[in-house]
C-alpha cells in the first residue's frame, strides 16, 4: 500500500488514547479517605469490579483504565444503579503505588434543577493502606504550578488545541486556524463570550498534574442544542508530555441526549502565546 493513498478514519479526541489497562485484575486496594471513611475496591476481572464504602454490601462495576505513567493509573466506573436516571454518577480515581496515595473524584447530575445536565465534582485524597506498612501521612494536593504554562495538545492528525493554565479555577481553550478544530469545535464557542472554563488542578508528584475540566459554562449560556456540560479528567505527565483521560457528561446524538463517555488522550508541546492572549480578561469573573 501507498501511505499517501490510506485514508485515515474520522478521529474526534481518542485517536492517541491508551488502550484500557488490566493491570489491577486480582488486586485488592483499601483507600483510607480524608473524608472520614475508608474505600474498597476489589479488581476481579480484566474489566469488572467491586467496590463498597465502610464495609456496605460490595457493588459491581464495569471499568476501564489508562496510565500516567509505569505506577500511576486512571480508573472510573459508572454507578450501576444511576446509569438509565437524570442523576447518572461516576466514580474516578487515580491510584499512585509508588507513594501509595490516591485522589477520588465523585462526578454526578442533576443536582441543578434548572440546569440539570450539569456536572458536579466532588474531590477527596487519601493514603492505599497496606498490613504491616505504615500508611502515609503525605498526600497528593491542589497545585498553582501550571499558572503562566501553555500546552499544544495534539488530539488527532488534524486537531490540536491550545490550554493556557492561567489560574487555579480556569483555562482558556483556542486553537490556530491551520487545526481542524477550528471547523470542528468553534461554531459553538462564538456563541460565549469568551473560551474559559472551569478547571482544578492537583499535583500527583513532581511533573504529573491531574487537570479537572467541567465545561459547564456553554450550557449555562446557551443550553445547547447539541453540546451538553461535559467533565473531562486528564492525567497529564510532563516529563513524557502526554495525556489521558476520560469523559462524564451529556451530548445529542441524533434526536436524543446519551451519555458522552469516551477515554481519550494526547501529546503535548509547550508553546509560547501572544500577551494578549495570555492576559486577556475573564468575561466570567468579576
Same mark, same amino acid.
Given at each position: 500500500?501507498? $501511505? ?31 473524608g ?42 459508572? !454507578?450501576v ?23 477520588? !473524584?465523585f ?7 434548572e ?7 466532588e474531590?477527596?485524597?487519601g ?5 504491616g ?13 501550571l ?23 480556569y ?19 462564538l456563541?460565549?463570550?469568551?473560551h ?13 498534574? !491531574?487537570?479537572? $475540566? ?6 449555562r449560556?446557551?443550553?445547547g442544542?447539541g ?7 486528564? $492525567?497529564?505527565n ?9 469523559t ?19 501529546f ?19
Amino acid at each position: 500500500m501507498n $501511505l499517501r493513498d490510506y485514508k485515515r478514519p474520522i478521529y474526534g479526541i481518542n485517536q492517541f488514547c491508551q488502550t484500557h489497562c488490566s493491570e489491577l485484575k486480582g488486586q485488592h486496594f483499601t483507600f483510607h479517605m480524608d473524608g472520614g471513611y475508608n474505600y474498597e475496591l476489589n479488581f476481579i476481572g480484566e474489566d469488572t469490579l467491586t467496590w463498597s464504602i465502610d464495609g456496605s454490601e460490595p457493588k459491581q462495576a464495569v471499568y476501564e483504565c489508562v496510565k500516567g505513567d509505569d505506577t500511576t493509573y486512571l480508573m472510573d466506573f459508572d !454507578v450501576v444503579e444511576t446509569l438509565e436516571t437524570d442523576h447518572r454518577s461516576n466514580e474516578l480515581f487515580i491510584i499512585d503505588l509508588a507513594q501509595r496515595l490516591v485522589t477520588r !473524584v465523585f462526578c454526578y447530575l442533576g443536582y441543578n434543577k434548572e440546569y440539570p445536565f450539569l456536572v458536579k465534582s466532588e474531590y477527596d485524597f487519601g493514603a492505599i493502606v497496606m498490613e504491616g506498612r505504615e500508611t502515609p501521612f503525605i498526600r497528593h494536593c491542589d497545585s498553582s504550578e501550571l499558572i503562566g504554562t501553555t500546552v499544544e495538545w495534539h488530539w488527532n492528525q488534524t486537531m490540536w488545541t491550545h490550554h493556557k493554565y492561567y489560574d487555579a479555577d480556569y483555562y482558556t481553550l483556542t486553537w490556530p486556524e491551520d487545526s481542524s478544530a477550528a471547523r470542528d469545535l468553534a461554531p459553538p464557542f462564538l456563541k460565549l463570550p469568551s473560551h474559559d472554563d472551569v478547571t482544578r488542578v492537583i499535583k500527583i508528584k513532581d511533573t504529573m498534574y !491531574v487537570f479537572c $475540566l467541567t465545561e459547564e459554562l456553554m450550557e449555562r449560556v446557551t443550553r445547547g442544542p447539541g453540546f451538553r456540560s461535559n467533565n473531562m479528567i486528564f $492525567l497529564q505527565n510532563y516529563d513524557r508530555m502526554y495525556h489521558a483521560g476520560r469523559t462524564f457528561g451529556t451530548i445529542l446524538r441524533g434526536d436524543k441526549y446519551v451519555p458522552c463517555r469516551t477515554l481519550f488522550g494526547a501529546f503535548g508541546n509547550p508553546i509560547q502565546l501572544p500577551d494578549s492572549v495570555l492576559y486577556a480578561e475573564n468575561a466570567y469573573t468579576v
